[in-house]
């Protein structure tokens, strides 16, 4: 920091918290005016001693923090230090952190977990066996005796040291305040869904129905933005979990819940759907994605085609463009990953609708 700072010793000082004044240039001593890029080493381990001794420790408070938040049943915040040993020197870092962990009851186990809000490069795996919820990853190894369950928890820390050249963190210098916050958690949710259980469990199609036009809000930023199905699903899903102690499957979500939904109230407005289909163009050999948004802006080339093969097992849809298959009766080759999805058959609803007569084929 000395080095690369161009003023003097006072003035860096100065940007140290509670060291404006006299107290910066009563620490400087003799350095006040003298540039901070030209002290030695020692010289500023001996600045760094007086720094410590003259002024407190930040509050780890100050870091910040999330909250709570409503769609989680637990939550549980705390504060703490680690020490950092110096590879030059002799003064450790003592490092101020604040944890939060947020806890959902769920079927199964799964952990997220935020980096000054923002998810970490590495990963981190949560496993359930009989009693016992088993958090391991990023040099972070826990047993917690509890039920499976979703996690998120938040750290917030103005450093962390890293375990691989992919800068994933090392989550062992706060393991055991994320032992204690997951058992602690775990704990305020099980209370909070404890009234719920003991009553009459609604159904996820009630959930859904109930909580879908907030989430619909949330997942477009009250109407500004398309979003996905995917992203309402993520919006939908802490709703479900927080009163039926389960995640959704997302294929049910999909198929039934909004599929359902949609049949009986038309399209969700600016939901699109992520790409899960494949449309090859004989003669062109042009292959389309085919996702809500493509299908919006989906045009067919005039009398290039009179047919459309639907495959549903994606080798054939390979071997068919291999052997010419297309171009020898100018036909169409569509695929869709699993079931056939939404945009695909918006696809071949447009298909039918121009002037040229067509053949839908199916396989």
């Known amino acids: 920091m000395f080095q690369a700072f161009r ?20 620490i400087a001593g003799e350095y006040t005016k003298t540039p901070a890029a030209a002290l030695s080493f020692t010289e500023t381990e001996a600045l760094l001693a007086q720094l410590r001794g003259a002024v407190k420790n930040i509050n780890p408070e100050r870091l910040g923090k999330i909250g709570s938040l409503e769609s989680w ?6 504060t703490g230090t680690f020490k950092v040993r110096t590879i030059k020197g002799q003064h450790e870092a003592e490092i101020p952190f604040v944890l939060e962990t947020y806890a959902a ?9 935020l980096l000054n809000k923002s998810p970490i490069t590495g990963e981190v795996n949560a496993y359930h066996d009989k009693n016992t ?3 391991f990853g ?13 996690l998120l928890s938040n750290i917030m820390t103005p450093y962390i040291p890293i375990v691989t050249d992919g800068k994933e963190p090392d989550l062992s210098v706060v393991a055991s305040k994320l032992a204690e916050g997951v058992k602690k958690t775990l704990s305020r949710a099980q209370k909070s869904l404890s009234g719920a259980v003991a009553g009459k469990k609604r159904s996820q199609k009630e959930v859904v129905g109930e909580c879908l ?4 809000a949330k997942a477009s930023g009250n109407g500004e933005y398309r979003f996905s199905l995917r992203q309402l699903y993520y919006a939908v899903r802490p709703y479900v979990i927080r009163e039926t102690g389960k995640e959704p499957d997302y294929p049910y979500f999909c198929k039934e819940l909004i599929g359902g939904y949609e049949a009986e109230h038309g399209d ?5 759907r992520d790409e899960r289909g494949t449309l090859y163009h004989p003669h062109s050999g042009r292959d389309i994605s085919i996702g809500t948004i493509a299908v919006e802006n989906y045009h067919k080339p005039a009398w290039t085609f009179n047919k459309v093969l639907y495959i549903e ?3 054939f849809f390979h071997v068919l463009k291999e052997k010419k298959i297309p171009e020898k009766y100018d036909l169409a080759l569509l695929t869709s990953k699993g079931y056939a999805s939404r945009a695909v058959k918006d696809l071949l609803d447009a298909l039918g609708e121009h002037g040229e007569e067509d053949v839908f084929l199916h396989s």
């Open 313 to 315: 097992k994606e080798g």
């Open 7 to 26: 003023g003097s010793v006072r003035d860096l000082i100065t940007q140290f918290d509670g060291c404006t004044g006299s107290k910066a240039e009563k």
């Open 138 to 150: 990023c040099g972070l190894y826990c047993d917690v005796k509890a039920k499976p369950a979703f």
């Open 105 to 113: 009851s769920s079927d199964m186990p799964h952990i997220t977990v």
């Open 213 to 216: 036009q907030e989430a619909i």
């Open 133 to 135: 919820l088993s958090i």
């Open 268 to 272: 969700i407005p600016l939901m699109y």
């Open 73 to 78: 049943s637990g939550y549980w915040k705390s």
